[in-house]
């Protein structure tokens, strides 16, 4: 299953709402997760299950959608949020994940 | 606290293997499936197979059948991805990642192929 997110990179402001997508080739339900990376270090459990906040993670983070289309929004954005996102599918096997969206500072 | 811990970098030689381990505390390792997933330089975070804590069955992608091996030492709650056969092109950073919805990761480790 192939997802592809959009967009590949976008500049923002902190306090802007930020809304990044992601689309899998196939019906893949609510099996998407969200993750967060930080340069030089692993990627870190934004959301799961398309919508569920993982625990400890700000509730400025949300995610929405099912089957193909799939959207992760970042309320206001604060200055530790800049990194680059990733969506996972984890539905079937092999689990792969989108090409990520970098978050700079404009 | 709930964490994984991975080996050091590593660096190799085209053709060699490497083998890099995960060890888990803070929680039933047997209890869980541990996913490995390597990001080479500037690429997208890649899926490379998963291992069963409790059995020891695998999953491994297609891409790596014949050259990935995961193993797990249930006494040590530690799980280890080898790789065969390293070309230049598995220069990466391996992480190892717990259950089903990825989630905690280790730091990574760095494997460089390079002649």
């Known amino acids: 299953i192939q997802l592809t997110q959009s967009p590949s990179s976008l500049s923002a402001s902190v306090g802007d709402r930020v809304t990044i997508t992601c689309r899998a080739s196939q019906d893949i339900n609510s099996f998407l997760a969200w993750y967060q990376q930080n340069p030089g270090k692993a990627p870190k459990l934004l959301i799961y299950?398309?919508?569920t906040l993982q625990s400890g993670v700000p509730s400025r983070f949300s995610g929405s959608g099912s089957g193909t289309d799939f959207t992760l929004t970042i309320s206001s954005l604060q200055p530790e949020d800049f990194a680059t996102y990733y969506c996972?599918?984890?539905?079937?096997?092999?689990?792969?994940f989108g090409q990520g969206t970098k978050v700079e500072i404009k | 606290q709930v964490q994984l811990v991975q080996t050091g970098a590593e660096v190799k030689k085209p053709g060699a293997s490497v083998k890099v381990s995960c060890k888990a505390s803070?929680?039933?390792?047997?209890?869980?499936?541990v996913h490995w997933v390597r990001q080479a330089p500037g690429e997208r975070l890649e899926w490379m197979g998963w291992?069963?804590?409790?059995?020891?069955?695998?999953k491994e992608s297609q891409k790596f059948q014949d050259r990935l091996i995961l193993t797990k030492d249930t006494s040590a709650s530690t799980v280890y991805m080898e790789l065969r056969s390293l070309r230049s092109e598995d220069t990466a950073v391996y992480f190892c990642?717990?259950?089903?919805?990825?989630?905690?990761w280790g730091q990574g480790t760095l494997v460089t192929v390079s002649s």
């Open positions: 996972q599918q984890v539905n079937s096997y092999p689990r792969t």
């Open positions: 990642a717990m259950t089903f919805w990825f989630d905690p």
């Open positions: 803070g929680f039933t390792f047997s209890n869980y499936g």
């Open positions: 291992i069963n804590a409790d059995n020891g069955n695998t």
């Open positions: 299950a398309a919508s």
